[in-house]
């Protein structure tokens, strides 16, 4: 491995890189197509594409990496991609699901209710405005499974093989 940078500041793509103890150069023999001069632009701070997002996160097996581009560096993620906690055990992501459906579920009259004339009043507001916290509840903890399941296939500790062929057979 090459040197390892003092720089105090980096960012999420630099530390994976150096985590992996990866040289600017062999991060390029592994990436393929993306060169040491731009992998060094990246370190550096500028925004990488989302092509090279995406083999980064592939190649490195963090994806992660994906989570944070949209949340913090693409102009459209930033405002509707909120950024997914990994390293959550499974459990606990089931217990949050569950928990949340089991929030709407308790308020699906309500909903109907409110939906029903597809207008929200003044004094339904509030209510709804909670409805919409609860949804998004579910949204997290659904887009936190996600992140779990990428996350063990990435390591390997889902068969990717296997789940490749049942995706395949199963859309």
Not at 31 to 45: A, F, Q, T, V
Not at 76 to 89: L, M
Not at 95 to 109: F, G, H, P, Q
């Amino acid at each position: 491995m090459g040197r390892v940078s003092i720089k105090e500041d980096k960012n999420i793509y630099h530390i994976t890189r150096e985590k992996l103890k990866l040289s600017r150069e062999k991060a390029s023999e592994i990436l393929g197509w993306i060169s040491s001069d731009r992998i060094e632009r990246i370190d550096g701070g500028e925004v990488p594409r989302p092509d090279e997002v995406i083999c980064m996160a592939e190649k490195y097996n963090e994806p992660r990496l994906c989570n944070y581009y949209c949340t913090y560096q693409c102009d459209i993620g930033r405002k509707y991609v909120p950024e997914v906690r990994y390293g959550r055990a499974l459990s606990e992501i089931v217990l949050e699901v569950l928990a949340s459906l089991n929030a709407v579920e308790r308020k699906k009259d309500r909903i109907i209710e409110l939906a029903a004339d597809g207008r929200i009043e003044k004094n339904e507001v509030e209510e709804f405005f909670h409805i919409q916290e609860e949804l998004a509840h579910i949204s997290m903890a659904v887009d936190s499974l996600q992140a779990w399941s990428e996350q063990m296939l990435a390591n390997g500790h889902i068969d990717r093989e296997a789940y490749e062929a049942y995706k395949n057979a199963n859309q």
